[in-house]
């Protein structure tokens, strides 16, 4: 069973905005934090935001800062542009962090990915 399922695939036009979904009940054993990271064509996989379960912690890569929001299992994407372009990953750790991990590392589980797209 795969542990983290990611939702919420789309096409949408610049401004537009989407919703991406993780589903984690593939998975039993804590939960501590959980980290979106994003992969554009030819490039490496990227931060974009994470939170922490315990007290709520975010942070945000300053290209989304603003205009994503982060809670448990979703990330709710704004004033989307061409360059928010990208299969988008959640992942998840399952031990103690007291803030939520910024590279890919700081993760154990990970989705399969969602392709998000933003037409101009």
């Known amino acids: 069973q795969v542990p983290l399922i990611e939702s919420g695939t789309g096409l949408v036009q610049v401004g537009g905005s989407l919703t991406l979904s993780c589903d984690t009940s593939?998975?039993?054993?804590?939960?501590?934090?959980m980290g979106w990271f994003r992969q554009a064509p030819g490039k490496e996989r990227e931060f974009v935001a994470a939170?922490?379960w315990i007290g709520g912690a975010t942070s945000y890569a300053d290209s989304v800062r603003g205009r994503f929001t982060i809670s448990r299992n979703s990330l709710q994407m704004n004033s989307l542009t061409p360059d928010d372009t990208a299969v988008y990953y959640c992942a998840l750790r399952n031990t103690y962090s007291p803030r939520p991990p910024t590279v890919p590392s700081g993760y154990i589980y990970w989705g399969q990915g969602t392709q998000v797209t933003v037409s101009s």
């Open positions: 593939g998975r039993t054993g804590s939960t501590y934090a």
């Open positions: 939170i922490t």
